[in-house]
């Protein structure tokens, strides 16, 4: 089958999706349809619907789209059957059931932004820089009943900086999931619709990487400072590391901090607040955290200088 005859059908959500679906379309690739989130309620009441950014560029490009609610509707399964794809690719999207992964003729891969079998969930980007990683990267996979666990067809790593913030590392493999997209394309029209592919190696599925809740971005300030740094960074702007700031008379302020830098200065009682004349420090279990960026309960994100400057008394305050 030739590049022109190729009919593929995508799927994604977030902007992260976006820069893919973007390649195929300025790659001139016969996108025939799109499958996104249907369109979620924002503003303080939910009164106002906002599109996922991926529709968001499709309808730009005119492109179909649908939004099921539920992936085994009926319904839907002939709409998207009518598009009549060749293939599917996922991006950033949902877990699919068979009847619609095994679908086209040459099946459905996806673009994972984790070096498979490891990181596998909702939320690899977060976890690599939570815990500390030098590397990581993009992986494109034959999507199977298991998610994230199919034949994998291509891998690319991505260095990780240790001053890195999940910022950064998310542009990066956006970019690289779009590039590895199109050799996967290529690999895939050069074997008429079989590329070579092998198994995972389930020996190196070492860690997880589960859905961001609240809670899982509490900070938790009884660990190293090194484990609280790249806490923070691996959360850093979206959606933010948290602790509770308490005040001298016990009442509690949500505190997020987005950026820290690592110090050599002698341990302090985990939690603790101290300043000198330009900085703010967070005692952790081994060590001393100087918190650079930071974002008080109702106020605008701000450097600590400026918190200073407004809390004179943040020395007698504490972290929990």
Known sequence: MTKEELK?????????????????????YQ?????????????RHGSQLQAPAVKQYALEHGLPVLQPEKMKDPDFIEQLRSWQANLQVVVAFRMLPEVVWAMPEYGTFN???????????????????????TQTGVTT????????????????????PETADVEYVYDGLMRLGAEICLETLDDILAADGHPASLPQDETKAVHAAPKLFKDTCRIEWGRTAKQV?????????VPGAWT??????????MLKIYQTALTNLPPTEKGSVSRDKKHLYIGCADGTLQVESLQLGG?????????????ADIEKYSVV
């Open 8 to 28: 593929i059908v995508f799927m994604g959500t977030p902007e992260f999706a976006v820069e893919t679906l973007k390649a195929l379309v300025e790659n001139q």
């Open 31 to 43: 996108v025939v349809g799109v499958v996104t989130q249907p369109d979620k309620p924002v503003g």
């Open 111 to 133: 673009v994972h932004a984790a070096l498979l079998p490891d990181y596998r969930g909702a939320a690899p980007i977060n976890w690599a820089v939570i815990n500390g990683e």
């Open 141 to 160: 996979f034959f999507l199977d009943h298991d998610i994230d666990t199919g034949r994998i067809i291509r891998q690319k790593p991505f260095d990780i």
């Open 229 to 237: 740094y790249d806490f923070i960074r691996g959360l850093s702007p």
């Open 244 to 253: 509770m700031l308490k005040a001298p008379d016990g009442t509690e302020t």
């Open 299 to 311: 106020k605008k994100r701000m450097d600590a200088v400026s918190l200073m400057n407004g809390m």
